[in-house]
């Protein structure tokens, strides 16, 4: 009878793995899940400018990463938004992001 050579190192560390990585969460799921979350945080308080607060919540991080990919180049950066240049000038003024 022949028998297999036994081993003290498993086959899962013969090799290292890749870390196994989920798809990310579509946009609009993470913000609902976010706002429901919100809400539910606010423990039956009636929520006050709910709209704006969202707006520029959500505005600020897009300017930064929209900015720092067009590396900083306003022109791209309103093109890339679908955005007059002077609007977005604006815009990153209201939010203490201009140069």
């Known amino acids: ?3 297999l050579p036994t081993s003290t190192a498993s086959t ?5 793995k890749a870390p196994v990585s989920t ?5 609009p799921e993470c913000v609902r899940d976010n706002l429901r979350q ?3 945080d606010l423990e039956g ?5 709910l709209y704006d607060m969202l707006i520029r919540t959500v505005e600020k991080p897009l300017l930064e990463l929209v900015m720092e990919r ?4 306003q022109s791209r950066a309103a093109q890339w ?4 240049r002077n609007t ?5 003024l209201e939010h203490g992001l201009a140069e």
């Open 12 to 16: 899962d560390d013969a090799a290292p």
């Open 88 to 92: 977005l000038r604006k815009k990153l």
């Open 38 to 40: 919100y809400l539910s």
């Open 23 to 27: 798809p990310p969460m579509p946009l």
């Open 70 to 73: 067009a590396q900083h180049n």
């Open 81 to 84: 938004l679908g955005l007059n």
């Open 45 to 49: 308080m009636e929520p006050a400018n």
């Open 1 to 3: 009878m022949h028998t």
